[in-house]
């Protein structure tokens, strides 16, 4: 019964969230609804990272390749089908059959965490060099050039299933976007409920004991794996239509370190909290971005540091603990009566 309860949660708050997009859709301008798609966007980038280091103990510093690899996918398979419906399938696809070829070599191999995450960071370098590289005409998939620094610019962006004459409104790009966020939220709860999320979740917290209790170790992480890329390459695809260009700055080291410190401000451990604080961290980045005087860059390094060392929770963790202090109930006085010792 509690169970039913959860999953009934999850689906109300989908659909509120989905209905919100709608009415803000119709009510803002559209100079704030194209802020806010992107900051949807990023909020589904650090849900990838959210559900494979939080809950599956991975850290990936190379979440920013398969965010990449999505991003390009769709741009190559767009201008060249000419319709986006493929071209989405395609973006989400590719990204998780790399994460599997990847993911294969990493956890049968046996290698540790600290290897894990140098190697993912070394695909994400190596992809941003050689994307940055393809300046040529010669380098070219079709009809799409890869354009090397210059990126792709003219993608086309999405249409109505399989009608490529219908073009989305950038209204609509909102909306979509707002549901893919609500959807991917969902399905990663669900997951998390079912019994391959709870094993998941307990490899995270002793791998070896797990092990030994017959659980296949490997075989979870890599669906783990697989399903954070999945995501990452979805927000890539929805990436390239909020501004119908790609570069290989999706691919940055930059890009990879902003994603985990959305994960660390918001909390691991939570699917909520770093999508919260990936949008507040963007908002404040869009702000800064407009001066001159201070570098976001610091600014961010600083915000890293300060939850490192005085919230390691995270926002979202360390306000329900908060919350859960203040509604416990205060201890009943102690009902032993001291009786007074006359002298």
């Known amino acids: 019964m509690k169970m039913l309860a959860e999953k009934l949660q ?15 859709s119709g009510v803002i301008e559209l100079y704030t609804l194209l802020s ?10 650090s849900l990838s990272l959210a559900f494979i280091w939080g809950y599956g103990g991975i850290l ?30 395609m973006a989400v696809l590719l990204p998780t059959l790399f994460s599997v070829l990847l993911g294969y070599v990493i956890f049968y191999g046996g290698v540790s965490d600290v290897y894990l995450g140098a190697i993912t960071l070394a695909v994400s370098l190596v992809l941003f060099n050689w994307v940055n590289s393809t300046s040529g005409s010669e380098y070219h998939i079709g009809e799409a050039l890869l354009g090397g620094f210059n990126g792709i610019p003219s993608v086309p962006t999405l249409n109505v299933p399989f009608q490529p004459d219908a073009i989305l409104s950038p209204e609509a790009l909102f909306i979509v976007t707002a549901a893919c966020l609500a959807l991917c939220y969902a399905l990663l709860k669900f997951v998390l409920l079912s019994r391959f999320g709870k094993t998941v979740v307990a490899i995270r917290e002793n791998e070896q004991r797990a092990g030994l209790l017959g659980y296949n170790v490997p075989a979870h992480k890599l669906v783990t794996f697989a399903i954070g890329a999945a995501v990452a390459g979805l927000a890539g695809c929805l990436y390239v239509n909020w501004g119908a260009f790609v ?5 940055s080291i930059s890009q990879s370190a902003q994603i985990i410190i959305w994960v660390i401000v918001g909390g691991r ?10 949008m507040l961290l963007q908002w404040m980045v869009t702000r800064l971005g407009a001066q001159q005087t201070v570098d976001v860059n610091l600014v961010l390094g600083v915000i890293l540091a300060l939850f490192v060392l005085l919230i390691p929770g995270g926002i979202l963790p360390g306000l329900q603990r908060i919350w ?12 032993v009566q001291v009786k007074e010792v006359k002298p």
Do not use: E, H
């Open 324 to 335: 859960r202090r203040k509604r416990r109930p205060a201890a009943p006085a102690s009902s």
């Open 10 to 24: 999850i689906v109300v708050t989908a659909l509120l969230v989905v209905l919100v997009a709608f009415w803000l």
């Open 269 to 278: 451990g939570t699917l909520l909290g770093p999508v919260i604080s990936c």
């Open 247 to 251: 570069s290989p700055g999706v691919f």
């Open 60 to 89: 990936c510093f190379g979440q920013a390749a398969f965010f990449g690899i999505g991003a390009y996918t769709y741009a190559v398979c767009a201008i060249n089908w000419g319709d986006s419906t493929w071209a989405v399938v």
């Open 36 to 45: 806010l798609t992107v900051f949807l966007v990023m909020g589904l980038l």
